[in-house]
């Protein structure tokens, strides 16, 4: 498939050499401009683009980049995008070391990603926001094993969940259907499920353990 990143941090960057090395045509970018990203597609051979150029032509866009970066990402961004292309939003919310108070986060109740496909205009699918970076390289595990991990998924677009589970599926790890974006809460920042490293059982149990109130702790 044609995959597009946006962000290269460490996310973006292993998504990027995981991606590639599956033999997906990848264009990544970040805030930077392409001239930073050298090194990472003299390693991968994934394309350095501006934010603009990434998702052209994609069938899956990546956003991987700080909350509080969202609402600059250029107008129109998915408009040269793949029809039906699925757009995974890895973001998370820290509004006292990073993102600032949003108020319609804190205010309204939104999820965090239903606040993020307001700004972009377009659905998005919550995966990979509690996964470490480095798990992404060293973790992958064939379908069946006793110790694969599982991810949560959380989307409205059912197709483009589909197609995010399978790429997920490939990269060698299992998922959890996690609802709708409006239920995305359960796999925010301080949710049981956040961070952990667990199968199927153990992911379906700390979604069902979430608490829909939001810590002190993430909270502006």
């Known amino acids: 498939m044609q995959i597009g990143i946006i962000g290269a941090g460490n996310i ?9 090395a599956l033999g997906h045509d990848v264009s990544v970018a970040n805030s930077r401009g392409p001239h930073t990203l050298t090194a990472l597609a003299e390693e991968t051979g994934a394309t350095p683009v501006t934010v603009e ?3 052209r032509g994609a069938e899956i866009v990546v956003i991987t980049i700080p909350l509080k970066a969202v609402p600059d990402l250029p107008s129109g961004l998915l408009d040269e995008a793949a029809d039906g292309v699925a757009v995974i939003d890895t973001g998370n919310y820290y509004p006292r070391e990073r993102d600032g108070r949003i108020a319609a986060i804190e205010d309204d109740g939104l999820t965090e990603s239903r606040w993020t496909e307001r700004q972009i205009g377009h659905p998005v699918v919550k995966a990979f926001n509690g996964t470490y970076a480095q ?7 064939p379908a069946g094993d006793p110790d694969r991990m599982a991810l949560p998924v959380a989307g409205d677009d ?3 969940k589909r197609k995010v589970r399978d790429l997920i599926d490939a990269l060698g790890f299992d998922t959890v259907d996690a609802g ?3 239920d995305s809460w359960r796999q925010q920042p301080d949710t049981p499920v956040y961070g ?4 199927t059982e153990a992911v ?12 002190p702790g993430f909270s502006g």
Do not use: C, F, Q, Y
Request: hydrophobic share 30%.
């Open 12 to 20: 973006g960057g292993n998504l990027t050499r995981r991606l590639t």
């Open 53 to 55: 150029e990434a998702p």
């Open 158 to 160: 059912e197709p483009a």
């Open 180 to 182: 709708g974006i409006d």
């Open 135 to 141: 798990d992404i390289l060293e973790r992958p595990l």
């Open 204 to 215: 379906t149990k700390a979604l069902s353990a979430a608490s829909p109130e939001r810590t």
């Open 196 to 199: 952990l490293r667990g199968g």
